[in-house]
């Protein structure tokens, strides 16, 4: 089963950038879909961004034209470029591999 490892994540001021990583430990060639979801506190998991296999991109309506998903097959990894941060964006960031795998997590937190 594959693992994942996310890194990346800390603290910025609003409409600053952060690039989250997500290395898996085996390849993501045959995954077909790979996402980024994040949890606020007191609030239920959500859906940020997914890409499957062939590139097609999927965004949260709070995200679109701020964050880029992207994934890199050679390397395993799975990217979520983050600009124009906001406070509402503090969260910490997951990144999920089908069916069930989750990694660690890793914080972000945006200063107003």
């Known amino acids: 089963q594959v693992q994942l490892v996310e890194s990346g994540g800390g603290l910025v001021q609003a409409g600053g950038s952060l690039r989250l990583s997500c290395a898996a430990s085996t390849s993501i060639l045959s995954i077909n879909t790979m996402s980024w979801y994040r949890q606020a506190p007191g609030k239920q998991r959500e859906l940020v961004a997914s890409i499957s296999s062939s590139g097609s991109t999927n965004y949260a309506d709070s995200v679109k034209g701020r964050f880029t998903i992207a994934r890199n097959t050679p390397t395993a990894t799975v990217f979520l470029q983050m600009n124009s941060l906001k406070p509402e964006d503090t969260a910490v960031y997951y990144c999920?591999?089908?069916?069930?795998?989750w990694g660690q997590g890793t914080q972000v937190t945006v200063s107003s």
């Open positions: 999920h591999a089908p069916p069930d795998t």
